[in-house]
């Protein structure tokens, strides 16, 4: 089954940046989606980015110009690098993964993925 590892979250200054990173594990699709979800208390989880096997991406609107997510098809992992971050950033990050193509659309909270890692707490204050 597919399993998925995430990494590099924490504690920071409103303005820092951080690197989350993902490697997934476990799985035989050779076309996939992986991209990170975040849930933050009192809120609704939401997509923040994904990317596709051939590399293209999306993100959430609030994000944009923020944060880049890239993956390396060969090691099977994806990294989420965010800059400028702001306390609304604050939430638990979950790197997600689907077999076949991004099912994704303009309402991030209706992404579209089967499986979850256990999370990864980011705090930004």
């Known amino acids: 089954h597919v399993q998925l590892v995430e990494s590099g979250g924490g504690l920071v200054q409103p303005g820092g940046s951080l690197r989350l990173s993902c490697a997934a594990s476990g799985f035989t699709y050779s076309q996939n989606c992986m991209g990170w979800f975040r849930k933050a208390p009192g809120k609704e989880r939401e997509g923040v980015a994904a990317v596709a096997t051939d590399g293209d991406t999306t993100y959430t609107d609030s994000v944009k110009g923020r944060f880049t997510v890239s993956r390396d098809n060969d090691k099977n992992t994806i990294v989420l690098q965010m800059i400028d971050l702001k306390p609304e950033d604050t939430a638990m990050y979950y790197c997600?993964?689907?077999?076949?193509?991004?099912?994704?659309?303009?309402?991030?909270?209706?992404?579209?993925?089967?499986?979850w890692g256990q999370g990864t707490q980011v705090t930004v204050s």
């Open positions: 997600v993964f689907d077999s076949g193509p991004c099912k994704i659309g303009n309402d991030a909270t209706r992404w579209e993925f089967t499986h």
